[in-house]
């Protein structure tokens, strides 16, 4: 059990690794530009209000 236990953890450790790595990358180099578009696209960064109509159902 101790065997799987140390496996795990060392996943663990090299999952966290490749995270601040990807972080990093994202952040600090001349890659961000590129990955910044992708929120565009998915319309998080423009707070554009949308027009909405109101309606009234009128019950007899």
């Keep these: 059990m101790k065997r799987i236990e140390r496996i795990l953890l060392k ?6 690794l490749f995270l601040l790595l990807a972080q ?3 952040l600090y180099t ?3 530009p590129y990955v ?3 929120y ?3 319309g998080v960064i ?3 209000k949308t027009k909405t109509i109101e ?3 009128d019950q007899p």
């Design 46 to 48: 423009k707070q554009e």
């Design 24 to 26: 990093c990358l994202i």
């Design 36 to 38: 910044a578009k992708v």
């Design 55 to 57: 309606t009234t159902v």
């Design 30 to 32: 001349p890659f961000a």
């Design 40 to 42: 565009e696209y998915e």
């Design 11 to 16: 996943i663990v450790i090299v999952q966290f």
